[in-house]
């Protein structure tokens, strides 16, 4: 039942993530029908059954990717895939290589199942990027569902690490100095020394760069400025607004006025006819007026003289268009 409302909730959230944990899932419920059928068959109801009464849009996911199974296409070419193994971290890497070994000598159908979960995770992403089969939403969310089941099994790895204890008899024939315990302490606790020394490394690399990296930021302390600037100065009749799509987003925000169109995850047909526009100097005011558009932004030079400026970067076009 829990897991049940988890999915729903998740559909609902956010659809690709509830298919990209039904992936998870599917080695798990297999392994379990041998041990334990009732609970394999509670477990793919609690999975299945949100995407059967679930929300539209959930259809229309699955409906894309069975599609995409079924016919290669490229990848879309705008957004800058990452260099997995580098990005992640080398060492985390490792420590997830010894987290399988590690799960492997539990055994079980739970940590296997991890494992397995992790392996067609990997396989779903070999298949879109090698061979152009399956959609793209689910391949760049897959890369974060991937790393984040490479994180849970490396933890496994750093507790295999954190076990590893000198043998009682070799601490004994070593002549360690005759000073309280903490010598005999150390060597009978190297694994959690080791443990630690690894965790500290890691955090030492990962922290700076994850501090230095640009997260959202797709609007500038200028770009924050004339949006204010529109807010408070610019008729309420000025309504709609064309300006790049990847910065759309923050324009509503801050504004609270329409835009002609933004982007969501990756450039569409219209996203790319509105930087044609913007890039080409705004000549077409038929464009403007068919859309309804009455503010445009771009650093661009403009070259329509129906189009007024009235701060850098903002014009405005001669009539208001009254929603």
């Known amino acids: 039942m829990i897991l049940y409302v988890f999915m729903m909730l998740l559909l609902a959230i956010h659809a ?5 944990l039904l992936i998870v899932l599917v080695p798990y419920i297999l392994l379990s029908f041998k041990g334990d059928y009732k ?48 990005e992640y971290g080398y060492l985390p890497a490792a420590f997830c290589a010894i987290g399988i070994i590690a799960l492997v000598i539990r055994g079980g159908r739970q940590h296997y ?12 992403l070999v298949v879109r990027y090698s061979f152009h089969y399956g959609d793209d939403i689910m391949y760049f969310r897959g890369l974060h569902y991937m790393m984040l089941m490479m994180s849970i099994i490396a933890g496994a790895g750093l507790m295999l690490v954190r076990k590893i204890k000198v043998p009682d008899r070799l601490v004994e024939r070593l002549k ?24 500290g490394v890691t955090l030492n690399n990962a922290i700076p760069e994850r501090q230095h990296t640009g997260y959202y930021y797709m609007i500038n302390q200028d770009d924050y400025q004339s ?12 309504s709609r607004a064309v300006l790049d799509p990847w910065k759309a987003t923050a324009f509503t925000a801050i504004t609270g006025r329409y835009i002609h169109t933004r982007i969501g995850e990756a450039p569409t047909v219209r996203d790319v006819e509105a930087i044609g526009f913007l890039n080409s100097g705004c000549k077409d005011t038929n464009f403007l007026i068919n ?23 903002i014009y405005l076009l001669e009539e208001p268009r009254v929603p």
């Open 16 to 20: 690709p993530t509830g298919v990209g």
């Open 291 to 313: 859309n309804d558009i009455s503010i445009v932004y771009t650093p661009v030079q403009v070259d329509n003289p129906d189009l007024v400026e009235v701060r850098r970067y």
């Open 39 to 86: 609970h394999a068959l509670g477990v793919l109801f609690a999975s299945v059954l949100p995407f059967v009464f679930g929300f539209p849009w959930v259809g229309t996911i699955l409906r894309v990717e069975t599609e995409g199974l079924l016919s290669a296409s490229e990848i879309t070419k705008n957004v800058a895939l990452p260099h997995i193994m580098g």
């Open 227 to 238: 949006f204010v600037w529109i807010n408070e100065n610019v008729s309420s009749n000025y």
């Open 113 to 124: 199942g991890l494992i397995l979960g992790l392996l067609l995770l990997l396989l779903m």
């Open 176 to 199: 360690l100095p005759k000073l309280p315990g903490l010598p005999v302490m150390l060597i009978r606790n190297i694994g959690v020394i080791i443990c630690l020394v690894l965790i």
